[in-house]
């Protein structure tokens, strides 16, 4: 399959290395033989279609799931198998913003963003109030720490999810479908907090999605899925020249 060239990386500027990736559940291979990086201060967007590998590759990023085959690394270290507890210090730094959110619905704002912070670093309510304030100003929210999930539109819920991601400050945030089910105008309200978390936090982010528009405004680098196989990775402008149907399908808004 067509992929751009492309020279790894001085290891000092790679957070993640993907190796020769596999990963099945049963007799269904998801993943094969992927070779990946994820650079230090780059949106990196994975982009295909459902089924193609995109959740997985993100989940085992955290050690959600474990390869069948290959190696991951993450700062020059190997963590293909690590034990549940080794992957703590990664997920301190490392945000994961799930599809829906998982937002807690019998808690209002203030305390599903300040979970993360009484769960992991048992601070006290008092000092946990200017940091959810300030990770609500970052993502556009302001004096809405009172209310509760049912009391907010979709958009704002998916602005709180990502106020709590970046609360504890991580490194890198995982993005999965962060625009799906979104209106247009609230998808260019995220797609531009995404540029904004990278600009003003220097954060990485890694953006899993089907969508071009995402894609577009996000990436600084994508690559490609295609059942299961990377049959892409460059920038925007390397993508216009590769030859490959299904790829050429989505830079032309067909994507369905």
Do not use: W
Not at 15 to 36: A, C, H, I, P, T
Not at 104 to 125: C, G, R, T, W
Not at 231 to 245: N, R, S, V, Y
């Amino acid at each position: 399959m067509a992929q751009a060239s492309t020279q790894p990386s001085d290891a000092s500027h790679v957070y993640y290395r993907f190796e020769n990736v596999s990963k099945s559940f049963g007799d269904k291979q998801v993943l094969k033989d992927m070779n990946l990086e994820v650079r230090r201060g780059e949106n990196l967007v994975i982009l295909g279609g459902s089924g193609s590998g995109k959740s997985v590759t993100l989940k085992m990023m955290i050690g959600l799931f474990c390869p069948g085959g290959g190696r991951i690394q993450f700062e020059g270290r190997d963590i293909t198998h690590l034990k549940e507890h080794e992957y703590y210090p990664i997920r301190k730094r490392v945000s994961y913003l799930f599809q829906g959110g998982a937002l807690f619905d019998s808690m209002n704002v203030f305390q599903n963003l300040a979970y993360p912070l009484i769960e992991h670093q048992k601070m006290k309510p008092r000092e946990i109030l200017p940091l959810v304030r300030e990770s609500l100003a970052m993502v556009e929210l302001e004096k809405i720490e009172h209310l509760y999930l049912s009391d907010l539109s979709g958009g704002m819920m998916k602005r709180v999810a990502l106020a709590r991601a970046i609360i504890n400050k991580p490194e890198i945030v995982l993005y999965d479908e962060p625009t799906t089910g979104l209106d247009p105008l609230t998808t260019r309200a995220i797609n531009r907090l995404i540029r904004k978390l990278q600009n003003e936090l220097a954060i990485t982010s890694v953006v899993v999605t089907h969508d071009m528009s995402t894609t577009r405004h996000v990436a600084d680098r994508l690559c490609f899925l295609d059942r299961g196989e990377l049959a892409f990775t460059g920038t925007l402008d390397q993508a216009q020249d590769a030859e490959h149907p299904t790829l050429r399908a989505y830079l032309e808004g067909d994507n369905s």
